[in-house]
């Protein structure tokens, strides 16, 4: 089993920490540098969290490890960031989704804003072919953190997930 290593993930961390900080940046009056610092800042909190918990060659695992979530209560990685910046914990719950699901995963970063919304992917890569695919066993297509929201039931995955994931 391979850990992976800072620069494996460094196109998911920079789609996730890109997509918080439009977030912020369409909500708020935040200045360029100020959104500059938070997105270094978070990246690099990400890439440090996630260090011992990515592993391309079997992306589901770890997932719910790696998921970022804002719900009732603030992410702290998103919080820390967004400390370095001056902004308080009320200040970011105002210019944030109340509910929003980040899963940040080897080759895919997805997102929900919501608990109903539609899963939408920020970004997706093609996994090595070196490096085949795994054969899912019906545990682990359950036991990452996505799945487990999707077969909730609150809503049928959009039809493009069911290809992704029973291909």
């Known amino acids: 089993m391979t850990h992976g290593t800072g620069a494996e993930m460094i196109p ?5 920490a890109s997509f ?3 977030l912020l940046r369409s909500r708020g009056r935040l200045s360029d540098a100020q959104l500059q610092v938070f997105r270094d800042c978070l990246a690099q909190a990400l890439s440090e969290h996630y260090q011992h918990h990515w592993f ?4 589901q695992k770890g997932s719910g490890y ?4 804002i719900n009732h209560e603030m992410d ?3 919080g820390r960031a967004a400390g370095r910046i001056g902004l308080t914990s009320g200040q970011l719950f105002s210019l944030l989704p109340r509910e929003l699901t980040l899963w940040v995963d080897p080759y895919e970063v997805s997102y929900r804003i919501g ?4 899963i939408c992917v920020l970004y997706e890569a093609e996994p090595p072919v070196s490096s085949p695919a795994p054969s899912l066993s019906p545990y682990d297509q359950t036991a990452n953190c996505k799945n487990r929201f999707m077969m909730g039931g609150r809503r049928s995955p959009p039809k493009n997930y069911l290809m992704m994931v029973s291909s």
């Open 20 to 22: 918080v900080c439009r």
């Open 12 to 16: 998911e961390v920079l789609a996730a």
């Open 115 to 118: 608990e109903d919304g539609s």
């Open 76 to 78: 702290p990685l998103i």
């Open 56 to 59: 391309p060659d079997r992306p």
């Open 66 to 69: 790696r998921c970022i979530r």
